[in-house]
Protein backbone atom coordinates (compact mmCIF):
# COMPACT_ATOMS: atom_id res chain seq x y z
CA UNK A 1 0.00 0.00 0.00
CA UNK A 2 2.94 2.56 1.04
CA UNK A 3 4.43 1.87 -2.36
CA UNK A 4 1.26 2.87 -4.21
CA UNK A 5 0.58 6.13 -1.81
CA UNK A 6 4.41 6.79 -2.90
CA UNK A 7 3.43 7.46 -6.37
CA UNK A 8 0.86 10.38 -5.68
CA UNK A 9 1.15 13.24 -7.33
CA UNK A 10 -1.83 15.80 -7.20
CA UNK A 11 -3.44 14.21 -4.79
CA UNK A 12 -0.13 13.78 -2.73
CA UNK A 13 -0.66 16.47 0.25
CA UNK A 14 -2.40 14.43 2.45
CA UNK A 15 -2.43 15.00 5.96
CA UNK A 16 0.17 12.46 7.55
CA UNK A 17 -2.61 11.70 10.18
CA UNK A 18 -5.20 10.92 7.84
CA UNK A 19 -6.40 7.38 7.84
CA UNK A 20 -4.71 6.24 4.21
CA UNK A 21 -1.49 7.54 5.41
CA UNK A 22 -1.54 5.95 8.60
CA UNK A 23 -2.76 3.09 7.07
CA UNK A 24 -0.09 2.93 4.80
CA UNK A 25 2.91 3.08 7.37
CA UNK A 26 1.61 0.40 9.12
CA UNK A 27 2.19 -2.04 5.51
CA UNK A 28 5.39 -0.58 5.54
CA UNK A 29 6.05 -1.63 8.71
CA UNK A 30 4.64 -5.16 8.18
CA UNK A 31 6.83 -5.77 5.05
CA UNK A 32 9.50 -4.58 6.53
CA UNK A 33 9.19 -6.75 10.14
CA UNK A 34 9.47 -3.02 12.02
CA UNK A 35 6.63 -3.50 14.78
CA UNK A 36 5.47 -6.98 16.52
CA UNK A 37 2.47 -8.33 15.45
CA UNK A 38 0.72 -7.45 18.59
CA UNK A 39 1.43 -3.84 17.66
CA UNK A 40 0.48 -4.00 14.33
CA UNK A 41 -3.08 -5.33 15.32
CA UNK A 42 -3.09 -2.57 17.74
CA UNK A 43 -2.72 -0.07 15.31
CA UNK A 44 -4.81 -1.68 12.62
CA UNK A 45 -7.54 -1.61 15.25
CA UNK A 46 -7.25 1.85 15.78
CA UNK A 47 -7.09 2.98 12.17
CA UNK A 48 -10.59 1.00 11.46
CA UNK A 49 -11.85 2.28 14.59
CA UNK A 50 -11.47 5.99 12.80
CA UNK A 51 -12.50 4.39 9.70
CA UNK A 52 -16.12 2.99 11.82
CA UNK A 53 -16.09 7.01 12.88
CA UNK A 54 -16.05 8.23 9.18
CA UNK A 55 -18.75 5.59 8.18
CA UNK A 56 -21.30 6.71 11.31
CA UNK A 57 -20.48 10.91 10.39
CA UNK A 58 -21.83 10.35 6.84
CA UNK A 59 -23.87 7.10 6.96
CA UNK A 60 -21.45 4.85 4.36
CA UNK A 61 -22.61 1.57 3.90
CA UNK A 62 -21.00 -1.96 1.75
CA UNK A 63 -17.60 -1.12 1.23
CA UNK A 64 -16.24 1.33 3.84
CA UNK A 65 -13.17 1.23 2.17
CA UNK A 66 -13.94 2.07 -1.04
CA UNK A 67 -16.12 4.92 0.50
CA UNK A 68 -13.16 5.94 2.31
CA UNK A 69 -10.86 6.24 -0.78
CA UNK A 70 -14.04 8.17 -2.12
CA UNK A 71 -14.10 10.59 0.29
CA UNK A 72 -10.61 11.77 -0.36
CA UNK A 73 -11.19 12.07 -4.01
CA UNK A 74 -14.12 14.65 -3.72
CA UNK A 75 -12.68 16.45 -0.40
CA UNK A 76 -9.25 16.95 -1.78
CA UNK A 77 -8.74 20.58 -3.03
CA UNK A 78 -5.50 20.82 -5.48
CA UNK A 79 -4.86 23.18 -8.65
CA UNK A 80 -6.58 20.04 -10.91
CA UNK A 81 -9.35 19.56 -9.02
CA UNK A 82 -10.27 22.65 -8.61
CA UNK A 83 -10.01 23.67 -11.98
CA UNK A 84 -12.35 20.77 -12.98
CA UNK A 85 -14.69 22.06 -10.65
CA UNK A 86 -14.58 25.82 -12.59
CA UNK A 87 -14.39 24.49 -16.28
CA UNK A 88 -14.42 20.49 -16.53
CA UNK A 89 -11.79 18.44 -18.15
CA UNK A 90 -9.69 20.22 -20.61
CA UNK A 91 -6.70 18.87 -22.82
CA UNK A 92 -3.67 19.73 -20.76
CA UNK A 93 -0.34 17.84 -19.55
CA UNK A 94 -1.58 18.13 -15.65
CA UNK A 95 -3.89 15.13 -16.79
CA UNK A 96 -1.45 13.18 -17.17
CA UNK A 97 -0.47 13.63 -13.71
CA UNK A 98 -3.94 13.11 -12.79
CA UNK A 99 -4.01 10.01 -14.36
CA UNK A 100 -1.27 8.41 -12.65
CA UNK A 101 -2.91 9.31 -9.64
CA UNK A 102 -6.08 7.50 -10.76
CA UNK A 103 -4.04 4.65 -11.03
CA UNK A 104 -3.02 4.48 -8.09
CA UNK A 105 -6.36 4.99 -6.71
CA UNK A 106 -7.44 2.13 -9.01
CA UNK A 107 -4.76 -0.01 -7.18
CA UNK A 108 -6.06 0.73 -3.72
CA UNK A 109 -9.50 0.07 -4.65
CA UNK A 110 -8.78 -3.20 -5.51
CA UNK A 111 -5.75 -3.63 -2.73
CA UNK A 112 -5.02 -7.17 -1.67
CA UNK A 113 -5.86 -7.49 2.35
CA UNK A 114 -5.72 -11.15 2.59
CA UNK A 115 -2.23 -11.29 2.73
CA UNK A 116 -2.07 -9.39 6.24
CA UNK A 117 -5.27 -10.88 7.64
CA UNK A 118 -3.90 -13.85 7.65
CA UNK A 119 -0.71 -13.00 9.03
CA UNK A 120 -1.46 -11.53 11.71
CA UNK A 121 -4.81 -13.47 11.93
CA UNK A 122 -7.11 -10.71 11.67
CA UNK A 123 -10.74 -9.82 9.42
CA UNK A 124 -11.57 -6.61 10.22
CA UNK A 125 -10.44 -5.71 6.36
CA UNK A 126 -12.44 -8.27 5.29
CA UNK A 127 -16.15 -7.13 7.38
CA UNK A 128 -15.33 -3.43 6.22
CA UNK A 129 -15.82 -4.42 2.82
CA UNK A 130 -18.51 -6.27 2.94
CA UNK A 131 -20.40 -3.33 5.69
CA UNK A 132 -24.07 -3.82 6.37
CA UNK A 133 -24.30 -0.97 8.94
CA UNK A 134 -26.93 0.15 11.45
CA UNK A 135 -30.11 2.28 10.01
CA UNK A 136 -29.97 5.53 11.08
CA UNK A 137 -31.96 8.15 11.69
CA UNK A 138 -31.72 11.34 9.18
CA UNK A 139 -30.62 13.85 11.44
CA UNK A 140 -27.66 11.64 12.67
CA UNK A 141 -25.41 11.93 9.75
CA UNK A 142 -25.08 13.94 6.32
CA UNK A 143 -27.81 12.33 3.52
CA UNK A 144 -26.53 14.21 0.81
CA UNK A 145 -23.11 13.38 1.41
CA UNK A 146 -24.14 9.98 1.98
CA UNK A 147 -25.82 9.31 -1.30
CA UNK A 148 -22.98 11.33 -3.55
CA UNK A 149 -20.73 9.12 -1.88
CA UNK A 150 -21.60 5.99 -2.31
CA UNK A 151 -23.40 6.83 -5.80
CA UNK A 152 -19.44 7.52 -6.59
CA UNK A 153 -17.85 4.91 -5.18
CA UNK A 154 -20.02 2.09 -6.86
CA UNK A 155 -19.02 4.35 -10.20
CA UNK A 156 -15.67 4.01 -9.07
CA UNK A 157 -15.04 0.67 -7.96
CA UNK A 158 -16.71 -0.72 -11.58
CA UNK A 159 -14.15 1.64 -13.58
CA UNK A 160 -12.01 -0.24 -16.16
CA UNK A 161 -9.37 1.42 -16.42
CA UNK A 162 -7.77 4.63 -15.58
CA UNK A 163 -9.84 6.76 -18.34
CA UNK A 164 -13.18 5.57 -17.17
CA UNK A 165 -11.82 6.56 -13.34
CA UNK A 166 -10.78 9.96 -14.53
CA UNK A 167 -13.94 10.46 -16.56
CA UNK A 168 -16.06 9.52 -13.21
CA UNK A 169 -13.98 11.76 -10.75
CA UNK A 170 -14.00 14.80 -13.51
CA UNK A 171 -17.48 14.35 -14.05
CA UNK A 172 -17.80 14.64 -10.33
CA UNK A 173 -16.04 17.69 -9.98
CA UNK A 174 -18.06 19.03 -12.49
CA UNK A 175 -21.41 18.56 -11.34
CA UNK A 176 -20.63 19.40 -7.32
CA UNK A 177 -17.46 20.63 -7.07
CA UNK A 178 -14.56 19.72 -4.68
CA UNK A 179 -14.24 19.59 -1.16
CA UNK A 180 -16.91 20.83 1.46
CA UNK A 181 -18.11 23.15 -0.75
CA UNK A 182 -19.28 20.47 -3.51
CA UNK A 183 -21.29 18.60 -0.78
CA UNK A 184 -22.38 20.74 1.54
CA UNK A 185 -25.40 23.51 1.27
CA UNK A 186 -24.50 25.43 4.38
CA UNK A 187 -21.52 26.44 6.81
CA UNK A 188 -20.57 28.25 10.15
CA UNK A 189 -16.99 29.30 10.52
CA UNK A 190 -14.85 28.61 13.40
CA UNK A 191 -12.03 30.87 13.71
CA UNK A 192 -8.68 30.44 16.35
CA UNK A 193 -6.38 33.09 17.46
CA UNK A 194 -4.17 33.21 14.69
CA UNK A 195 -6.75 34.65 12.42
CA UNK A 196 -7.28 31.81 10.67
CA UNK A 197 -11.07 30.10 9.72
CA UNK A 198 -12.03 26.83 9.40
CA UNK A 199 -15.83 26.59 7.70
CA UNK A 200 -17.77 23.81 9.55
CA UNK A 201 -20.49 22.58 7.83
CA UNK A 202 -23.83 22.39 8.90
CA UNK A 203 -24.72 18.89 8.54
CA UNK A 204 -28.64 18.78 9.10
CA UNK A 205 -30.18 22.06 7.96
CA UNK A 206 -33.64 22.33 7.66
CA UNK A 207 -35.28 20.75 4.37
CA UNK A 208 -38.17 23.67 4.49
CA UNK A 209 -39.21 24.69 0.56
CA UNK A 210 -40.35 28.28 -0.03
CA UNK A 211 -43.98 26.59 -0.74
CA UNK A 212 -44.54 25.51 2.75
CA UNK A 213 -44.31 29.04 3.93
CA UNK A 214 -47.94 30.20 4.11
CA UNK A 215 -48.84 33.16 2.33
CA UNK A 216 -46.15 36.03 1.94
CA UNK A 217 -46.11 35.99 -1.81
CA UNK A 218 -45.04 39.10 -3.03
CA UNK A 219 -41.74 38.76 -0.07
CA UNK A 220 -41.18 35.75 -1.55
CA UNK A 221 -41.48 36.86 -4.95
CA UNK A 222 -39.20 39.12 -4.48
CA UNK A 223 -36.48 37.16 -3.08
CA UNK A 224 -36.77 34.52 -5.67
CA UNK A 225 -35.94 37.73 -8.25
CA UNK A 226 -33.30 38.44 -6.43
CA UNK A 227 -31.65 35.02 -5.73
CA UNK A 228 -32.16 33.85 -9.59
CA UNK A 229 -30.69 37.01 -11.14
CA UNK A 230 -27.90 36.14 -8.54
CA UNK A 231 -27.24 32.28 -9.38
CA UNK A 232 -27.45 33.19 -12.98
CA UNK A 233 -24.59 35.91 -12.85
CA UNK A 234 -26.31 38.81 -13.23
CA UNK A 235 -26.38 41.74 -11.16
CA UNK A 236 -28.54 41.62 -8.13
CA UNK A 237 -28.58 43.10 -4.14
CA UNK A 238 -27.64 42.36 -0.61
CA UNK A 239 -31.01 42.03 0.97
CA UNK A 240 -32.61 42.23 4.11
CA UNK A 241 -35.30 40.86 5.32
CA UNK A 242 -37.33 42.91 8.19
CA UNK A 243 -40.21 42.92 10.31
CA UNK A 244 -42.04 41.25 13.13
CA UNK A 245 -40.36 38.34 14.70
CA UNK A 246 -41.89 34.72 13.69
CA UNK A 247 -42.71 35.67 10.16
CA UNK A 248 -40.60 33.87 8.51
CA UNK A 249 -37.78 35.68 7.77
CA UNK A 250 -35.10 33.43 8.52
CA UNK A 251 -37.12 30.26 6.82
CA UNK A 252 -37.46 32.05 3.47
CA UNK A 253 -33.74 32.32 3.79
CA UNK A 254 -33.51 28.74 4.73
CA UNK A 255 -35.39 27.72 1.66
CA UNK A 256 -34.21 30.02 -1.26
CA UNK A 257 -30.61 27.90 0.04
CA UNK A 258 -32.83 24.62 -0.66
CA UNK A 259 -34.40 25.55 -4.09
CA UNK A 260 -31.04 26.72 -5.91
CA UNK A 261 -28.48 24.68 -4.12
CA UNK A 262 -28.73 22.55 -7.15
CA UNK A 263 -27.72 25.43 -9.02
CA UNK A 264 -24.53 26.00 -6.93
CA UNK A 265 -25.60 28.33 -4.45
CA UNK A 266 -23.95 27.77 -0.84
CA UNK A 267 -24.85 29.66 2.31
CA UNK A 268 -22.17 30.76 4.93
CA UNK A 269 -24.23 31.84 8.49
CA UNK A 270 -21.68 34.43 10.47
CA UNK A 271 -22.64 36.19 13.92
CA UNK A 272 -21.80 39.72 15.29
CA UNK A 273 -18.98 38.87 16.88
CA UNK A 274 -17.65 37.26 13.84
CA UNK A 275 -17.16 40.22 11.40
CA UNK A 276 -13.81 41.08 11.96
CA UNK A 277 -13.49 37.76 10.23
CA UNK A 278 -14.95 38.78 7.09
CA UNK A 279 -12.70 39.77 4.90
CA UNK A 280 -10.36 36.60 5.69
CA UNK A 281 -13.93 34.59 4.77
CA UNK A 282 -14.65 36.63 1.82
CA UNK A 283 -10.48 35.78 0.63
CA UNK A 284 -11.35 31.93 0.75
CA UNK A 285 -14.21 31.89 -1.66
CA UNK A 286 -14.56 34.45 -3.88
CA UNK A 287 -12.37 32.21 -6.61
CA UNK A 288 -14.73 29.10 -6.25
CA UNK A 289 -17.15 28.24 -8.52
CA UNK A 290 -19.73 28.77 -6.50
CA UNK A 291 -22.67 31.75 -5.49
CA UNK A 292 -22.40 32.65 -1.64
CA UNK A 293 -25.01 33.84 0.48
CA UNK A 294 -23.53 34.74 3.61
CA UNK A 295 -26.39 34.94 6.15
CA UNK A 296 -26.54 37.04 9.04
CA UNK A 297 -29.54 36.22 11.33
CA UNK A 298 -31.27 38.91 13.65
CA UNK A 299 -29.04 41.49 12.81
CA UNK A 300 -29.22 44.54 15.00
CA UNK A 301 -26.18 46.43 17.19
CA UNK A 302 -26.96 48.89 20.23
CA UNK A 303 -25.38 52.30 20.73
CA UNK A 304 -22.14 51.08 22.32
CA UNK A 305 -21.78 48.23 19.40
CA UNK A 306 -19.16 49.01 16.43
CA UNK A 307 -19.16 45.82 14.48
CA UNK A 308 -21.24 47.53 11.94
CA UNK A 309 -18.54 49.41 10.60
CA UNK A 310 -16.65 46.14 9.78
CA UNK A 311 -19.99 45.19 8.01
CA UNK A 312 -20.09 48.81 6.32
CA UNK A 313 -16.72 48.51 5.10
CA UNK A 314 -17.17 45.15 3.44
CA UNK A 315 -20.48 45.51 1.62
CA UNK A 316 -19.66 48.40 0.21
CA UNK A 317 -16.68 51.19 0.99
CA UNK A 318 -13.51 49.55 1.14
CA UNK A 319 -11.14 49.64 -1.11
CA UNK A 320 -11.26 46.03 -2.83
CA UNK A 321 -14.49 45.71 -4.53
CA UNK A 322 -16.76 42.60 -3.63
CA UNK A 323 -16.16 39.45 -5.57
CA UNK A 324 -19.64 39.14 -8.01
CA UNK A 325 -20.30 35.27 -6.22
CA UNK A 326 -20.88 36.82 -2.83
CA UNK A 327 -23.62 38.18 -1.94
CA UNK A 328 -25.27 38.81 1.81
CA UNK A 329 -28.68 38.39 3.16
CA UNK A 330 -29.52 39.57 6.82
CA UNK A 331 -32.95 39.53 9.15
CA UNK A 332 -33.40 41.63 11.48
CA UNK A 333 -36.81 42.84 13.74
CA UNK A 334 -35.26 46.21 13.07
CA UNK A 335 -35.67 48.39 9.80
CA UNK A 336 -33.12 50.53 10.85
CA UNK A 337 -30.69 47.66 12.45
CA UNK A 338 -28.60 49.98 14.69
CA UNK A 339 -30.79 51.72 18.06
CA UNK A 340 -31.46 55.31 17.93
CA UNK A 341 -32.35 57.54 19.90
CA UNK A 342 -33.46 61.06 20.27
CA UNK A 343 -29.78 62.43 20.93
CA UNK A 344 -28.80 61.26 17.64
CA UNK A 345 -31.14 63.53 16.03
CA UNK A 346 -28.86 66.39 18.26
CA UNK A 347 -25.55 68.15 16.14
CA UNK A 348 -22.92 69.16 18.58
CA UNK A 349 -25.00 68.42 21.25
CA UNK A 350 -27.41 71.14 20.29
CA UNK A 351 -31.18 70.30 21.18
CA UNK A 352 -31.66 73.05 18.16
CA UNK A 353 -29.73 72.12 15.49
CA UNK A 354 -30.93 72.98 11.86
CA UNK A 355 -28.71 69.76 10.37
CA UNK A 356 -29.87 66.20 10.19
CA UNK A 357 -27.60 64.75 12.88
CA UNK A 358 -24.27 63.15 11.27
CA UNK A 359 -24.92 60.74 13.69
CA UNK A 360 -28.27 59.86 12.24
CA UNK A 361 -26.64 59.54 8.39
CA UNK A 362 -24.04 57.02 10.06
CA UNK A 363 -26.20 54.39 11.40
CA UNK A 364 -28.37 54.64 8.37
CA UNK A 365 -25.69 54.42 5.94
CA UNK A 366 -25.21 50.53 6.71
CA UNK A 367 -28.68 49.59 5.96
CA UNK A 368 -28.76 51.63 2.89
CA UNK A 369 -26.60 49.58 1.46
CA UNK A 370 -29.06 46.97 1.37
CA UNK A 371 -30.30 47.29 -2.45
CA UNK A 372 -33.10 44.81 -1.22
CA UNK A 373 -35.02 45.45 1.33
CA UNK A 374 -38.10 43.00 2.19
CA UNK A 375 -40.53 43.50 4.57
CA UNK A 376 -42.70 40.84 6.77
CA UNK A 377 -45.27 42.15 8.81
CA UNK A 378 -47.45 40.66 11.33
CA UNK A 379 -50.43 38.99 9.43
CA UNK A 380 -54.32 40.25 10.03
CA UNK A 381 -56.16 37.92 12.11
CA UNK A 382 -57.47 36.41 8.78
CA UNK A 383 -54.31 35.67 7.71
CA UNK A 384 -53.40 33.81 10.83
CA UNK A 385 -56.52 31.88 10.24
CA UNK A 386 -55.58 31.05 6.99
CA UNK A 387 -52.19 29.83 7.94
CA UNK A 388 -53.39 27.63 10.15
CA UNK A 389 -56.14 26.39 8.45
CA UNK A 390 -53.43 25.91 5.51
CA UNK A 391 -50.68 23.93 7.89
CA UNK A 392 -53.77 21.89 9.41
CA UNK A 393 -54.49 20.14 6.21
CA UNK A 394 -51.07 19.49 5.16
CA UNK A 395 -50.74 17.35 8.42
CA UNK A 396 -53.91 16.30 8.12
CA UNK A 397 -55.19 17.14 11.58
CA UNK A 398 -59.11 16.27 11.44
CA UNK A 399 -60.60 19.38 13.06
CA UNK A 400 -63.32 21.77 11.08
CA UNK A 401 -61.94 25.18 10.23
CA UNK A 402 -64.24 27.23 12.65
CA UNK A 403 -62.30 24.62 15.28
CA UNK A 404 -59.47 25.75 14.05
CA UNK A 405 -59.94 28.71 14.39
CA UNK A 406 -61.62 29.40 17.79
CA UNK A 407 -59.07 27.07 19.38
CA UNK A 408 -55.91 29.24 17.20
CA UNK A 409 -57.40 32.29 18.34
CA UNK A 410 -57.38 30.83 22.64
CA UNK A 411 -53.18 29.75 21.41
CA UNK A 412 -51.99 32.90 19.99
CA UNK A 413 -53.71 34.75 22.57
CA UNK A 414 -51.73 33.22 25.89
CA UNK A 415 -48.80 32.23 23.31
CA UNK A 416 -46.73 35.46 21.30
CA UNK A 417 -49.42 36.61 19.61
CA UNK A 418 -50.05 36.26 16.11
CA UNK A 419 -47.34 35.40 13.58
CA UNK A 420 -46.37 32.05 11.23
CA UNK A 421 -44.31 31.18 14.11
CA UNK A 422 -47.59 30.84 16.72
CA UNK A 423 -49.22 29.18 13.91
CA UNK A 424 -46.58 26.39 13.70
CA UNK A 425 -46.50 26.01 17.02
CA UNK A 426 -50.06 25.84 17.78
CA UNK A 427 -50.34 22.96 14.72
CA UNK A 428 -47.07 20.94 16.63
CA UNK A 429 -49.82 21.16 19.59
CA UNK A 430 -52.61 19.86 17.94
CA UNK A 431 -50.14 16.73 16.39
CA UNK A 432 -49.32 16.15 19.82
CA UNK A 433 -52.16 15.72 21.00
CA UNK A 434 -53.66 13.62 18.40
CA UNK A 435 -50.37 11.57 18.80
CA UNK A 436 -51.38 11.25 22.30
CA UNK A 437 -54.93 9.91 21.39
Known sequence: MYREVSKLIMYGSMDKDSILMKMSDIFRKFDSNEESQERLIQDIYTEVKRLLV???????DKNLWHNYLTFILITNENPFSITCEKIGANDGSVNE???????????????????????????????????????KKELMYNKNVSEKVQALSEKLENAKDEEEFFA???????????????????????????GEVRFNPINNMDKVMLDDLVGYEIQKQKLIENTEAFVQGRKANNTLLYGDSGTGKSTSIKAIVNQYYDQGLRMIEIYKHQFKDLSTV???????????????????FEEFEIEYKFLKAVIEGGVET??????IYATSNRRHLIKETWNDRNDMESTNGIHKSDTVEEKLSLVNRFGCQICYSKPSHKEFYDIVINLARRNNINMSDEELCAEANKWEISHGGISGRTAQQFINHCLGLQEDK
Do not use: H, Q, W
Not at 54 to 60: I, L
Not at 176 to 184: R, T
Not at 282 to 300: C, Q
Open 97 to 135: FAKNDFKVFMNLFNFDFSKIEKALGINCFSLISNYKAIV
Open 322 to 327: KPENIL
Open 282 to 300: IARIKNRNYKFIIYMDDLS
Open 54 to 60: VATDYGF
Open 168 to 194: GVTGFYKDYGVGMFGLNKAFRIIGNEN
